[in-house]
């Protein structure tokens, strides 16, 4: 029942913009922290984003902090990843995911959308 489907992926030029966005359903939204994490091709998959579920708070992996902003709308079930003056070392998969404690449990799920294509290149 949980879904989680990104999209604006895409091919940009070096020093262009993109925006993301993951449209979430299936769970109560507005409950959970979301993430943005990529996996560059042949390597290993890093977080990018995150923000508390009320959208109060955000952290950034260091290398995309002042570029990236990640955002929420709870009454859109959406979380959304701007993207300025881009990278070819931004090129990966992006993902939304979010982490849900299981009961009686330290354990989580981990739930993530089917990943778009981020392709920065001249």
């Known amino acids: 029942q949980v879904q989680l489907v990104e999209s604006g992926g895409g091919l940009v030029q070096p020093g262009g913009s993109l925006r993301l966005s993951c449209a979430a359903s299936g769970f109560t939204f507005s409950n959970y922290a979301m993430n943005w994490y990529r996996q560059p091709p042949g390597k290993e998959r890093e977080l990018v984003a995150t923000?508390?579920?009320?959208?109060?708070?955000?952290n950034y992996l260091d290398s995309v902090k002042g570029r990236f902003t990640i955002s929420r709308d709870n009454a859109k079930n959406t979380v959304t990843l701007q993207m300025n003056s881009l990278k070819p070392e931004d090129t990966a998969v992006y993902y939304c995911?979010?982490?849900?404690?299981?009961?009686?449990?330290?354990?989580?799920?981990?739930?993530w959308g089917q990943g778009t294509q981020v392709t920065v290149s001249s």
């Open positions: 923000i508390t579920a009320d959208g109060g708070n955000t």
């Open positions: 995911n979010f982490k849900q404690r299981r009961i009686f449990s330290s354990a989580y799920n981990s739930w």
